[in-house]
């Protein structure tokens, strides 16, 4: 009797502690654990007690005046709407939910929100607010304030915005200083990332007043400088908020350095690179080599007390000529093929930038996300449900720029011109390319800086020759942008925004949803359904393997439909400056981050 009594009370007492097993697990679930940082793939870099940065110097001093110099003009303070010109700099005043840390492809570390808690289904996104945070009147940031924002730019903002949050079913407001993001799915693992990188905007000032409509009514914002001289386009004034909340918080520890950041507006590029050498300002990024070998007089800047410095810059950064095929005359791929051979790199990169250009084969030159070999079988699986839209020789070969072909001739230049725009109905009648409805090969290329225009001249000259018209218009940067956003170009010289991990944002650059919407990021006017299959599966990614083979397919899929011709870029950021200015030892390698710079005397 003892016996069978001792194995039952065992049995009990193993029984007991399976449920606890269980109970303590369903509750994980339910509860999940506070994080201080989010990362798309493995751990986060950095722990929760870190103190700062790497790429920041937590000892640098605080101080001095910044200066730098602008092209162009601005009507607003509000950079997240698609009315107006907002001014240089005005994220500054902006905090968001989580900080990026600009030394790892894609982590985020807390902000305004001090902690989040990730459903382990990717069905929901918690965040907890920073007792600390508050906005410059003195409020503090609340929930409220949090959803407040998330609904305005869904509802106001730029139409980036409302495509970047489309996967958001709704918003809970726990508590005060709590808030919850429902997901429509689970298969969208960027949404937490995307959310943290939500700017943060008072209710209670915003919401009497008309978000979408520019302004220069110097808002309430809560980031670490606040605008105190605004000079209708010609120049804005920030000052570091001395109180600013999170000035002690690890992710600002060694930045936001200066107490004054001033951007000056000027006409052009040449006043701007005269005004650079006199001293005038401090600062500037160079993105043209002639600018660096030919138009920087050496004595002139010893005098200006300025320097060189060259910081290697680990970003896909490919200028690409692209093409608007929403018009007729560039919507046939053969036509936008045979533009690519009136370019002439070598000729350009030797004649006019000393050499210092990389010839880019990739929309994400300059990192490991481009297609730089034969397709794996993974990425050959990918393409091939799409015969119409992928050509086969794309599940064979590597796609290389048309005209990059070593030592190409001007006489070879020409004949694959005609070969493929005969493909397509043209000829050559009277010396000028027609189609068989009598139509010219006329178009425009759209440029809002004076220099772009030798770089294409040479490319005018060559189409030219082979009876094609390219009319260089050259416009302010208002009405540049302005045409962008309502699809009134041609061509246009673009580099497109990407970072060294490649989310949702793909669905605006490509995806078909907003390929007609004023305000579309999709330039090229892609509209194919292997191309939105890729961009919807790129922030599903499990893995950064996976993450690249999905990237490499995409840029294998643009590039072979030739919607964009991929030209060159600079392997390093160029920068000119004052010698007091100084930048840490190991600068992040993910972006130019000038908050981490400082003034020494």
Sequence with gaps: MRSTLHVSIRFLLAWLFSLSLLVYADSTLQNPPLRHAISLYGEPKYPADFTHFNYANPDAPKGGRIKQGVIGHFDSLTPYIDRGTAVAGSYLMYDSLLARSWDEPLTKYGLIAEKMQLDPDNRWARFYINPLATFHDGKAVTAEDVKFSFD?????????????YQDIEHVDINDVRTVTFHFKNSE???????????PIFPKHYWQHRDFSSPG????????PYKAVTVEPGRSVTFQRVENYWGKGLAVNRGRHNFDVIQYEYYRNNAVLLEALQKGEYDFRIVVDPREWHDKLNDQRMVKSNLTRSSLTNHNPQTLTLTYNSRKPILSDAPVRQ?????????WINKQLFHGMYQRAHSIFDGSDLGADAAPTTDEINLLKPWPKEVPAEALTSVWRSPGSEADLSRRERKRKVL?????????VQNHRM???KGQHLELEVLVSSPDNERILLPVQKLMQDMGITLKIRTVDI???????RNQDYDLVLHTFPHTASPGTEQISHWGSST???HGSRNLAGVDLKSVDALTEKIPMAKSREELLTLVRTLDRTILWNHYVLPLWYLPDWLVIHKKSLRYPTNPAPYTLDLSTWWYER
């Design 152 to 164: 305005v730019l869904r509802e106001k903002g730029s139409t980036f915005y409302k495509q970047f």
């Design 188 to 198: 969208n693992r960027e949404l937490p990332l995307i959310l943290g990188q939500m």
């Design 216 to 223: 220069l009514d110097v808002p309430v914002t809560s980031g």
């Design 338 to 346: 045979a533009l690519g051979y009136t370019v002439d790199f070598n």
């Design 419 to 427: 070969a493929l725009l005969n493909q397509a109905g043209w000829t």
């Design 434 to 436: 027609t189609n068989a």
């Design 478 to 484: 208002a009405q540049y942008i302005e045409r962008l």
């Design 515 to 517: 390929v007609d919407h």
